[in-house]
């Protein structure tokens, strides 16, 4: 049994965003508390920007796919600016950090996941017109 491409399995980035935008934005009543909504709009939004360094690094150097995640982010300031490099790697920290259970940690804020949201947006934009 062969293993689908990863990007095969993953929902394009705008339909991450948009799932991250309904789960912050829920249009009638679920089921869901808001911190369990925020953690999940975390998680997709981190799968957002993994996604899109992944293509990033497929269409510049496709031998950086097989490097860590940390280590494709260091090396994007040699391609972007420093000042994207540097709020690339701040925004997947804190949702890195957010999408992860702590038993005496609280979950993100919804609001804290909206201006991530922002900044992913963002960051995938700035992304694409250096890749364009």
Known sequence: MTTP???????????LLAAAD????????????????????????????????????RSVSPRM????????MLC???????????QWYTVWS????ACHHHTYDLPPTPAEVQAWHQDVSELLGA????TA
């Not at 491409?5 to 339909?15: C, G, H, K, N, Q």
């Not at 953690?39 to 899109?52: F, G, K, P, V, Y």
């Not at 992304?127 to 250096?130: D, F, I």
């Open 5 to 15: 491409p990863r990007s095969a399995r993953i929902l394009p980035t705008d339909e």
């Open 22 to 57: 309904r789960l912050l934005n829920p249009s009638h009543d679920t089921a869901l508390s808001p911190g369990v909504r925020a953690r999940a709009a975390a998680t997709l939004l981190r799968l957002a920007l993994d996604e899109t360094l992944d293509a990033f690094w």
């Open 65 to 72: 796919t097989r490097s860590t995640g940390r280590t494709r």
């Open 76 to 86: 994007l300031q040699w391609y972007v600016s420093p000042s994207v490099a540097r």
């Open 94 to 97: 804190g949702l890195s950090a």
């Open 127 to 130: 992304l694409a017109v250096t």
